[in-house]
């Protein structure tokens, strides 16, 4: 009978972390892509060079970059290409 209510807490809980992490990939993929469909906006709409810098181009570094950290992440690379500061 222990074993069994071991079993059923085992179960209880593996579902949760996996629901758990499930969640939060979700989270991260929406934001990873909402950066890169941004990035492809900015360069599409050359919206660097209506403030005089140029566009930030496809580099693996800028795509990681806005990947990885998402709108902010975006926003970070404009507010360094602004600063005159090049990745």
């Known amino acids: 009978m ?3 209510l071991v ?10 972390i996996v629901w758990f992490l499930v969640k939060q990939l979700s989270v991260l993929l929406v ?3 909402l950066g890169l469909i ?10 660097m060079e209506w403030m005089g810098k140029s566009d930030l181009g496809y ?3 800028t795509l990681l970059i ?3 950290g998402g709108l902010p992440g975006v926003l970070i690379l404009m507010l360094l290409s602004i600063l005159g500061i090049s990745i």
């Open 59 to 61: 580099g693996l570094t």
């Open 38 to 47: 941004c990035l492809f906006l900015i360069n599409f709409l050359h919206i």
């Open 2 to 4: 222990t074993n069994l």
């Open 7 to 16: 079993a059923i807490i085992l179960v209880i809980a593996i579902v949760a």
């Open 31 to 33: 934001n990873a892509v």
């Open 66 to 68: 806005c990947a990885i």
